[in-house]
């Protein structure tokens, strides 16, 4: 019988779930910006219609061949040349996807944090 492997520190974690896929909220300041980097870390396919319905489709999609954890690096960024409403839709729809496997970290510096969680608190009323 192997004997159980001895505790790591806490500092390092051994996942079975998905690997991270990162999003720079920075080259994601408009919708068709946002689109055409998911597009590409998430490695859509090309016909992948870079719209709401599309991106709902193809998180639906994804998360059942597996879990995706999306991160949102300098994610104070993220859609803000969009009107509010855009970034309350986009949140809407990762809250579909994440009944299939979906999570997402915003990620920001702690000047942005407030605003931040603001932002996303009105978004989500």
């Known amino acids: 019988m192997a004997s159980a492997a001895p505790p790591l520190p806490r500092w390092l974690t051994v996942s079975t779930g998905p690997a991270p896929v990162v999003v720079d909220g920075r080259a994601c300041q408009t919708r068709a910006a946002f689109f ?15 719209n ?3 991106l709902a489709d193809s998180l639906r999609d994804a998360t059942r061949a597996g879990g995706v954890a999306l991160v949102v690096e300098h994610a104070e960024e993220l859609l ?6 855009q970034f309350a839709t986009l949140l809407a729809v990762l809250a579909d996807a994440a009944d299939t496997g979906l999570t997402m970290t915003l990620c920001t510096d702690p000047g942005h944090e407030a605003l931040l969680r603001r932002r996303a608190a009105t978004a989500l009323a």
């Open 36 to 50: 055409e980097e998911l597009a590409r870390v998430l490695h859509l396919p090309d016909y992948f219609g870079r």
């Open 52 to 54: 709401w319905d599309a």
């Open 80 to 85: 803000s040349a969009e009107p509010p409403a």
